[in-house]
Structures are given as structure tokens and as C-alpha cells.
């Protein structure tokens, strides 16, 4: 029913920037607002772990390893949400998925909310 799409992923060298969008689709406006929103990444052989979240009230909350480096951001308007991906390091190499949840669901759990194909990002120089 509602679907994500991520988008802007690609290869970086180490030091370098992406800023990824994920737009959600099949729901209004009003219900998107209403939503959490979050990024989570799966590199080769790990799990998929949270990397940043924002509610419906635009609080953000982000992993310890990329604070400082990392930016989620929401506009409502287009039902899109950002990650501003900055000072990349080989390690930040992962598949970023989207997904949406209600405000109050728990991002520790990854059956929750609905989830994008994902984007690929490679850090490699």
C-alpha cells in the first residue's frame, strides 16, 4: 500500500558527502506529517542497525558513530525525508534503507513500519 523509495546513493571516495531522499507514496500528506521517519543501514555481513530517526514533530535522534557527521531531515510538503551523509569513511559503506512508523513504535524493532528497497553507498577510494 504505502510505498518508499530511496534514492541517492552511490560511490564516494572517503571525506566526501551524499545527501540520501527516501519519498513516500499512496498516502497524504497529512498522514506522512503525522509519522516517524528513519534511516537504517546494512553492510555486508552485519545487521540492519538504526542510523538516525526523526518524529512527527521534527525531533531527531542519531547513532553514536556517525553524530556530528550525519543530518535526517523531513519536508512534509513533498513526503520526502533526507539523510545528509558528510565526512564519509569506508565503514559507512551499507545499504541505507528508509522506513516509516508511527511515533511511538520502537526503532529496535525492524518489523516495524514500513520499509523501502534501499540505496547503496560505497565509500571506497
Known amino acids: 500500500q504505502v510505498q518508499l523509495v530511496e534514492s541517492g546513493g552511490g560511490l564516494v571516495q572517503p571525506g566526501g558527502s551524499l545527501r540520501l531522499s527516501c519519498t513516500a507514496s499512496?498516502?497524504?500528506?497529512?498522514?506522512?506529517?503525522?509519522?516517524?521517519m528513519g534511516w537504517y543501514r546494512q553492510a555486508p555481513g552485519k545487521q540492519r542497525d538504526l542510523v538516525a530517526n526523526i518524529t512527527s514533530r521534527g525531533g531527531t535522534n542519531y547513532a553514536d558513530s556517525v553524530k556530528g557527521r550525519f543530518t535526517i531531515s523531513r519536508d512534509n510538503a513533498k513526503n520526502t525525508v533526507y539523510l545528509q551523509t558528510n565526512s564519509l569513511k569506508p565503514e559507512d559503506t551499507a545499504v541505507y534503507y528508509c522506513?516509516?512508523?508511527?511515533?511511538?513504535?520502537?526503532?529496535?524493532?525492524?518489523?516495524?513500519?514500513?520499509w523501502g528497497q534501499g540505496t547503496l553507498v560505497t565509500v571506497s577510494s
Open positions: 522506513n516509516l512508523r508511527a511515533d511511538s513504535a520502537s526503532w529496535d524493532l525492524r518489523s516495524l513500519g514500513v
Open positions: 499512496r498516502i497524504s500528506r497529512i498522514i506522512f506529517s503525522s509519522n516517524a
